[in-house]
Nanobody, 117 residues
Framework: QVQLVESGGGLVQPGGSLRLSCAAS????????MGWYRQAPGKQRELVAS?????????LDSVKGRFTISRVNAKNTVTVRLQMNSLKPEDTAVYYC?????????WGQGTQVTVSS
């Protein structure tokens, strides 16, 4: 089993910044991918950014140049962060941390990000 614990959401004005963190622990194998998804009210969950255990990244087009995903690997733990700059109201959503390994998906509890003046 893998446990994911998220932190860092909140309320920010347009143009502001937030950083989300996700700490993964448990039965973690060396090859995996981690990512951040988001789901706004009435919309489907979408992949915002992902990073593999080798450091390859992928971003949703609408966040390219504004968001940066990173990870730190340690023994039996992985921390993934999402630095979000130049936030827009359309970035408002619940953000979920995800780990995919050995064909399984693990999810965090979600953290609310609200961009509003």
């Amino acid at each position: 089993q893998v446990q994911l614990v998220e932190s860092g959401g909140g309320l920010v004005q347009p143009g502001g910044s937030l950083r989300l963190s996700c700490a993964a622990s448990g039965s973690i194998v060396s090859i995996n991918a981690m990512g951040w998804y988001r789901q706004a009210p009435g919309k489907q969950r979408e992949l915002v950014a992902s990073i593999t255990s080798r450091g390859s990244t992928n971003y949703l087009d609408s966040v390219k140049g504004r968001f940066t995903i990173s990870r730190v690997n340690a023994k039996n733990t992985v921390t993934v962060r999402l630095q979000m700059n130049s936030l827009k109201p359309e970035d408002t959503a619940v953000y979920y941390c995800n780990m995919r390994q050995l064909g399984y998906d693990y999810w965090g509890q979600g953290t609310q990000v609200t961009v509003s003046s």
